[in-house]
C-alpha cells in the first residue's frame, strides 16, 4: 500500500472510533448533544488521533493494525483528542471570537444552532474528552497499565490548557489586537496552540503502550518541532499557493496584515527552519529500538506538503 | 464551636486549598491566568469543596482536620470541584448566555476581560480541573489509593459534563426560551444542573477515602435530595424573602415570568417536598457505621435556610 491509501485506511478506522465514544442524541440534552456530534463529524484530516496511534504502535502497543483487544487503551484517547481538538475550533469560530461563520465548508456550530448552543457544546466537547479518556481506566488489566492511563490523562489535561493549547490561542487573541508581534511571541504561539497538541498525542500514544519517561520526553521535542514546523510551512504555503493561484505572491495572511514566520524572518531562512525541524524530529523517531516507518512518511508528508 | 464558625474556619481551610493550587500569574498566557483567578477568587459559600471534604473526613479519609499530609488525596479534587463551579458561573454569565453583569457584587469576568477572553477563561478553568485533580495521582500511595483517584476523576467528569451540570444548563437556556416548562424539564433541571455536583463532592469524598461502591451509590441519592431540595427552597425564598423586603409576594423570578417550582406546584406542597428529600438524605447519611455531625448539620441549615 501506498502512504496515500495506508492514510485512507486509518482515517476509516479512526472515524470508526469516534463514532463508538459519541454521545448518544437523546434526553432533555439532546440538543447539544446534536450540536456536538455535528462538529465533531464535520471531517477533518484526523492527524492528531492517527500520530497518537502511530506512536502506540511504535512503541509495541498494537502490533496488528485494527485489533480491537490491544487497541483498548489508546481508543479512548484517540477519541478525547478529537473532542478536544473541535472544542477548540468550535471556541476559535465564535463571534467574540474569530466569528467565522464556515469551515471545512460547512456553517460552523454557532451560525447551525446559535451562540449558546455552540459555547455550551464546545464546553461538553472539552467535558466529554476526560469522561471519554476514563473509560480507559476501566480496560486497564493491571496496576500498571491503570498508572499508564493516569499518566496520559495528565499530559492530555496539561497539554490543552493554560500551559498548552489555550495559552497559545490566548497569546494569539491578543497578538491580533496589536499591530506588530514579535518573534519570541510567534514562536511561543506556535508551539503552543499547535505543537503541544502533537507533542500530546505522541506523548500519550507511548505512555499507553509502556514507554520509558525519557522516551516520552523525546517524543514531547520531536512534537514541537513537527508542530512548529507544520506552521510555518503553513505560513509559507499561504504566500506561495496564492502566488500559484492568483499569480500575484499576496496570501490572505498579508491581505489581513497578519505578521507571520515568513513576514519576520524572510522566506529563505523560514525554508531552512522547516528543514532543521523536521530532520530534528525523523532523527529523534529513527532512534528508537522500534521504527515505526509509516509514522517518519507521515510526518515528513506532513510538514513537506504542498497545500 | 457553632457551626457558622466551624463553617468559617472551614472556608478559610478551603481558600487555602484553592490559593495552593491557583495558576501563577506570568508568561504570554497571564491575561486568561488573571481573568480565570479573578473568577475563582470572587468568594462565594465554597458549599461544593466543603461537602466533599467532610464525606471524605465521614469514610474516615481525614481524622484530624486540616491535617496536610492526609488530606492530599483529597485537595487537589476540592479545588478542581471549585474551578468547575467557577467555569459553569463565567460562562453561563456571558452576554450570549444570561448577560449578567454583577455577580456577588463584582463585575462579572466578560464584563472586566472582555467576552473572547471570558470564554477561555472558562475554557481553561474547566480544562484546569482537570489538571489540578491529576495532581492526586503523585499523591497516591499505593495502586489501590491510585485506583481511586481515577474512579474519582471518572464522577468528576461524568457529573459536570452532558450527563449531569451541563446537560441541566442546556435544559434550562432552552426552558427559558418557552413560554412553558413541564415538572419533569424543570426536575432535569434542577437534579442535573444544581444537583450533579452536589452528587459529585459527597461520591468522590467518600471515594478517595476508600469508601465501598454501595457506600458512594447512596450517597449518590443523599446529594440528588439535597440539590433538588436546596433549588425548591431557593424557589420558596424567592417568593417569601420578597414578600417581607417589599411588603408584597412578588418574587424576581415571578417578574420574570419564570416558571418555578412553587409556581408548578403550590407553596405547600413544595414545602412538604423540600421536607420530605432533605430528610430522606439525612437519613441516608446517619445511616452509615461513622457519622459526621457537622454534615448533617450542614446539609439540614442549607436546606432550611431563610436566605
Given at each position: 500500500m501506498n502512504l496515500q491509501n495506508e492514510m485512507t485506511d486509518r482515517v476509516t478506522y479512526i472515524e470508526e472510533v469516534i463514532k463508538k465514544y459519541l454521545p448518544a442524541e437523546?434526553?432533555?440534552q439532546k440538543s447539544v448533544i446534536q450540536a456536538m456530534n455535528y462538529s465533531l463529524l464535520?471531517?477533518?484530516?484526523?492527524l492528531r488521533p492517527m500520530l497518537m496511534q502511530e506512536s502506540y504502535r511504535m512503541f509495541?502497543?498494537?502490533?496488528?493494525?485494527?485489533d480491537s483487544e490491544r487497541g483498548k487503551l489508546v481508543e479512548p484517547f484517540m477519541a478525547a483528542m478529537e473532542m478536544i481538538h473541535t472544542y477548540s475550533l468550535v471556541h476559535d469560530d465564535l463571534p467574540a471570537m474569530d466569528n467565522d461563520e464556515y469551515r471545512r465548508g460547512r456553517k460552523t456550530t454557532h451560525v447551525v444552532y446559535g451562540e449558546a448552543m455552540a459555547i455550551l457544546a464546545g464546553d461538553g466537547l472539552l467535558n466529554f474528552a476526560f469522561e471519554t479518556a476514563c473509560k480507559a481506566f476501566r480496560e486497564a488489566k493491571n496496576p500498571e497499565e491503570y498508572a499508564r492511563v493516569g499518566r496520559a490523562m495528565e499530559i492530555l489535561a496539561g497539554k490543552a490548557g493554560v500551559y498548552g493549547m489555550l495559552g497559545g490561542q490566548v497569546a494569539d487573541v491578543e497578538a491580533e489586537e496589536k499591530d506588530t508581534v514579535s518573534s519570541d511571541t510567534l514562536l511561543f504561539i506556535h508551539e503552543n496552540k499547535t505543537a503541544a497538541m502533537i507533542e500530546s498525542c505522541l506523548m500519550i500514544g507511548a505512555v499507553l503502550a509502556g514507554a520509558e519517561e525519557d522516551e516520552v520526553r523525546l517524543l514531547e521535542k520531536a512534537g514541537s518541532n513537527i508542530g512548529v514546523a507544520f506552521q510555518i510551512q503553513d505560513d509559507i504555503l499561504d504566500i506561495t499557493s496564492t502566488l500559484e493561484v492568483l499569480g500575484k505572491p499576496i496570501g490572505s495572511d498579508e491581505k489581513n496584515h497578519k505578521q507571520t514566520y515568513v513576514s519576520i524572518h524572510g522566506m529563505e531562512q523560514s525554508k531552512a527552519d522547516v528543514k532543521r525541524l523536521s530532520e530534528e524530529a525523523i532523527t529523534i523517531l529513527a532512534s528508537f529500538q522500534r521504527r515505526n516507518e509509516y509514522l517518519e512518511q507521515l510526518v515528513e508528508q506532513l510538514i513537506s506538503r504542498k497545500k
Open positions: 437523546e434526553g432533555l464535520a471531517g477533518g484530516k484526523r509495541g502497543g498494537e502490533n496488528i493494525y485494527r
